[in-house]
């Protein structure tokens, strides 16, 4: 090939790649306006139903009952009733979960979600979720994986 072809030739790739970059820039429809499920913190009592599928599950107290009950949180899960709004983001989740002490280290939940495509799945609702729950739990739990 001589020289006057290979340059034709990468003019020719850098126009291409430069018409595809401002197309998806100025003329791609943004995938990111897509409602997201938003995270509400909510403390409600357990339904009955709720009740019984978490045994040994202390009921959900006032701050200062937690505070006090925090040296026997080690013996017994936490248990926490999360409220998934619209726009509310898995990273969001998984603060939420590390600040009531489901969670020891979010990061280990936003990986989780991402690892297994699960941020596109979760559900809005209101779930019970305890700190004896696997991230496996965790996630299908929001997902409603089946």
Same mark, same amino acid.
């Given at each position: 090939?001589?020289?006057?072809? #290979? &340059?034709?030739?990468?003019? =020719?790739?850098?126009?291409?790649?430069?018409?595809?970059? %401002? *197309?998806?820039?100025?003329?791609? +429809?943004? $995938? &990111?306006?897509?409602? $997201? +499920?938003?995270?509400?913190?909510? *403390?409600?009592?357990?339904?009955?139903?709720?009740?019984?599928?978490?045994?040994?599950?202390? +009921?959900?107290?006032?701050?200062?009952? %937690?505070?006090?009950?925090?040296?026997?949180?080690?013996?017994? +899960?936490?248990?926490?009733? #999360?409220? %998934?709004?619209? =726009?509310?983001?898995?990273? &969001?989740?998984?603060?939420?979960? /590390?600040?009531? =002490?489901?969670?020891?280290?979010?990061?280990?939940?936003?990986? *989780?979600?991402?690892?297994?495509?699960?941020?596109?799945?979760?559900?809005? =609702?209101? *779930?019970?979720?305890?700190?004896?729950?696997?991230?496996? /739990?965790?996630?299908?739990?929001?997902?409603?994986?089946?």
């Amino acid at each position: 090939m001589s020289r006057n072809v #290979l &340059q034709t030739f990468a003019a =020719g790739i850098f126009m291409a790649a430069a018409i595809l970059s %401002v *197309y998806h820039f100025f003329f791609e +429809p943004e $995938k &990111q306006k897509t409602s $997201k +499920p938003k995270v509400s913190a909510v *403390y409600t009592q357990p339904a009955k139903k709720e009740e019984a599928s978490i045994k040994n599950t202390p +009921p959900i107290k006032e701050k200062q009952e %937690v505070q006090n009950s925090a040296d026997s949180a080690k013996s017994a +899960p936490l248990s926490y009733t #999360l409220e %998934v709004k619209q =726009g509310m983001t898995s990273g &969001q989740i998984a603060d939420l979960l /590390q600040q009531k =002490g489901i969670l020891k280290d979010k990061n280990e939940l936003v990986t *989780y979600m991402d690892k297994h495509h699960l941020n596109e799945k979760i559900q809005l =609702g209101t *779930y019970v979720l305890t700190s004896s729950m696997t991230l496996a /739990q965790i996630g299908s739990t929001l997902a409603k994986d089946s």
